[in-house]
């Protein structure tokens, strides 16, 4: 039995440096990001081209305590297309949970000589966690 574990250990040793081998030369890579938290901000638009755009905030805290003991929490800026955008901004409020799968995406913006870089989540999926109801329920 204790060879059988050693012999997993050591396999299980020998796929996780092949991995990271690979992840230094180049070969996997990997942009993804799963976020829960309540919806602080929405808002929905067309562009030019008819496509309808939402860009969110999540509020996200953080899982540890700062030094004086309380939760941090995040605001996350989210980018939502097409029919993912639309059903979020149709079924979630203010103060809903909800989870998200996506991508981290950078961009930068340029007006009047100045450079602003933001960082954002490409949402691929939200996923209603919870709302709130309202008084007609």
């Known amino acids: 039995v204790i060879i059988v574990i050693i012999f997993l250990v050591f396999?299980?040793?020998i796929i996780y440096i092949k991995n990271v081998t690979m992840c230094l030369k180049g070969g996997i890579m990997l942009n993804q990001a799963v976020l829960?938290?309540?919806?602080?901000?929405d808002q929905i638009k067309k562009t030019d081209n008819g496509n309808s755009i939402s860009n969110i905030?999540?509020?996200?805290p953080r899982s540890f305590k700062n030094s004086e003991g309380?939760?941090?929490?995040?605001?996350i800026s989210c980018v939502l297309w097409?029919?993912?955008a639309e059903s979020t901004v149709n079924y979630c409020k203010k103060g809903d949970l909800v989870g998200i799968k996506g991508r981290?995406?950078?961009?930068?913006?340029?007006s009047d000589d100045v450079v602003k870089h933001i960082t954002?989540?490409?949402?691929?999926?939200?996923?209603f966690l919870s709302s709130r109801k309202t008084d007609n329920n």
């Open 57 to 60: 905030t999540l509020a996200v």
């Open 104 to 110: 981290v995406q950078t961009r930068k913006i340029e």
């Open 120 to 127: 954002e989540v490409v949402a691929e999926k939200v996923t």
């Open 70 to 75: 309380t939760y941090d929490t995040d605001f």
């Open 36 to 41: 829960v938290g309540r919806l602080v901000k």
């Open 82 to 84: 097409r029919g993912v």
């Open 11 to 13: 396999c299980c040793l």
